[in-house]
């Protein structure tokens, strides 16, 4: 029987664990080689093969048209915080950025160190509990890509409609990547960390549109260039041969499963009830997020005290459901729901919450 726990952290995430166990079964002795494949040579027969059959998943599960070409590049979304403006802005030209929390901000703070960055929506007012309507966005002229972040992973919100603007738009995607379809003819540049529903730590998968490719500024380091890092096919470098492989692996289950369609049926049951069960408890739990920008990947929530709160937690680790503490700067309580989190596990969560309220409430 597995030993297993429930494991809702933002990150590293649960994996399948179908995944893992083919990887282990692999681990030792790759194919009959006689070694690990991250032991060998990442210009060698076994690793070019994962690599490619990694790129070709990552294409048919993302639904990416054939104007985009993907990239796997170290550093996860961090990096690309600057790759992003050190590409795409040159003299002359803006970006805005919607300031919609933790991750938003961070952006924003790095690619002003790069380019003429303006803030198209603030929703600090808000205490970043809510995304925009459509109608809150301000382009401004000489705009060369709006920057959205489609899912705060420590304030709990999501945009669940995307924004329509007259400009394209380049979104960090971190921690909804794959559990939804992406608007691809509104985008330039689609990013986000692996760690959260696609993998191990250690790389972000950059879908960019290759047209832009033959734009982008030369006047930079060469791992930094898209350009190049297309041109190399992501082999610039030595790259991160383990998050590569296990990436394969996931995508792999996840068109298995039934693709994006699937992952977002599952999603959308998964916070369902995880909401009712807070909704339900008068107040027992709360959560801070406007209602319409509830977040279907990390569920943020509240009990009436702190010390009620790490009861909570400590009692809840007891039960084998782990990784519920709140982002250190916010407090609380946070449900990491990630495309390979069972539904079962949820449902472990919710049956421990309704109990909890139970006996302390």
Same mark, same amino acid.
């Given at each position: 029987m597995s030993s297993r726990k429930h494991n809702f952290s933002a990150g590293p995430c649960? &994996?399948? &664990?179908?995944? &893992?166990?083919? +990887?282990q079964a692999e681990f030792v002795d790759y194919q009959g080689a006689g070694m690990s494949l991250i032991e060998m040579s990442h210009r060698g027969k076994h690793f070019d093969a994962v690599a490619n059959e990694a790129m070709a998943l990552a294409m048919e599960v993302s639904g990416a048209p054939d104007d985009f070409t993907v990239l796997f590049l170290q550093g996860g979304a961090i990096l690309q915080f600057s790759m992003v403006p050190m590409n795409l802005l040159k003299p002359g030209l803006r970006a805005g950025y919607l300031n919609t929390g933790t991750w938003a901000k961070g952006a924003i703070t790095d690619a002003r160190e790069y380019g003429d960055v303006y803030v198209a929506w603030d929703g600090e007012a808000d205490n970043y509990a809510r995304m925009p309507a459509g109608g809150e966005?301000?382009?401004?002229?000489?705009?060369?890509?709006l920057h959205v972040t489609s899912n705060e992973t420590i304030g709990g919100i999501q945009l669940r409609e995307w924004p329509t603007v007259d400009v394209p738009m380049v979104a960090d995607m971190s921690s909804d990547y794959l559990s939804r379809p992406i608007p691809w003819d509104r985008l330039d540049l689609v990013y986000g960390g692996v760690q959260k529903n696609l993998g191990p730590a250690g790389m972000a998968v950059v879908f960019v549109r290759k047209s832009i490719l033959e734009e982008t500024n030369r006047d930079i380091g060469r791992y930094l260039r898209y350009d190049i890092q297309a041109s190399k096919q992501s082999m610039f470098n030595t790259p991160p041969v383990f998050t590569i492989y296990m990436l394969g692996? @996931?995508?792999?289950?996840m068109r298995d499963e039934g693709g994006i369609p699937e992952m977002e049926a599952r999603a959308a049951a998964k916070a369902a009830l995880l909401y009712d069960t807070i909704d339900?408890?008068?107040?027992?739990?709360?959560?801070? @997020?406007? #209602? +319409?920008?509830?977040?279907?990947?990390? #569920?943020v929530f509240r009990l009436p005290s702190e010390d009620l709160e790490a009861q909570f937690l400590g009692e809840a680790a007891g039960a084998d459901l782990l990784n &519920?503490?709140?982002?250190?700067?916010?407090?609380?309580?946070? +449900?990491?729901?990630?495309n390979a989190l069972p539904h079962e596990s949820v449902a472990a969560l919710t049956d421990f919450m309704r109990s909890f309220q139970a006996d302390n409430g």
């Open positions: 649960t &994996l399948p &664990l179908t995944v &893992l166990e083919e +990887a966005i301000g382009i401004e002229d000489g705009t060369r890509y692996k @996931v995508l792999r289950w339900q408890s008068g107040d027992f739990y709360r959560c801070p @997020v406007d #209602v +319409a920008s509830r977040s279907h990947m990390n #569920v &519920l503490e709140g982002h250190r700067n916010v407090g609380g309580c946070r +449900a990491s729901i990630y």
